[in-house]
């Protein structure tokens, strides 16, 4: 008997808060969003230094929502390396954003980046993030908030001397959480 006047008093709240106007339907909405660049990598012959970019449209993390967007917040960088070389090539150079450093690493095996892994991970081997371009990133990702502003990001890859031939894919990830209201 306890249980049913439980019952009856639990339904009777709920029905109490819609008819006094609160709806569940107005608190804000999180949710998960991410964007992604591709950029290969082919050297045949040897190099002294090798330099590229991609622009990513940092925009394309605001598409998981039609709703008003509050607030942005960045919560993990991933690398992801489709190795095409073998399996022990190892690389030394770094990855920078719009100019500011972001990643460095030193005689760092490709390898351990065949399944994705943030960047803060610290049983990486040979690499190390910046927070400088970590916070760039931060700070980027909540001017977007504003529908009119639209932004590319620039992610460069520079490597030292690359004697033997190597060939991979580098795939970097931006993740964030994204604050929504409804109206």
Do not use: W
Request: aromatic share 8%; glycine share 4%.
């Amino acid at each position: 008997m306890t249980n049913i006047k439980y019952s009856i008093f639990l339904v009777a709240l709920i029905i109490s808060t819609f008819l006094l106007g609160c709806e569940l339907t107005k608190f804000p909405l999180v949710l998960d969003s991410s964007i992604a660049g591709s950029m290969p990598v082919n050297i045949i012959t040897p190099v002294t230094q090798y330099n590229d970019s991609i622009q990513i449209t940092i925009n394309g993390i605001k598409e998981v929502t039609e709703e008003t967007i509050d607030s942005l917040k960045l919560y993990n960088i991933t690398l992801t390396i489709e190795n095409l070389s073998p399996s022990d090539a190892s690389v030394s150079g770094n990855v920078t954003v719009d100019g500011n450093l972001l990643l460095t690493f030193t005689n760092m095996n490709l390898s351990q980046f065949n399944k994705e892994r943030s960047i803060f991970d610290k049983n990486l081997n040979g690499f190390q993030y910046h927070y400088s371009g970590v916070q760039h990133l931060m700070q980027t990702i909540k001017q977007i908030t504003d529908t009119q502003y639209t932004k590319n990001i620039t992610i460069k890859l520079s490597m030292g001397t690359i004697s033997n031939p190597i060939s991979f894919i580098l795939k970097v990830k931006i993740y964030a959480q994204v604050f929504a209201g409804t109206d």
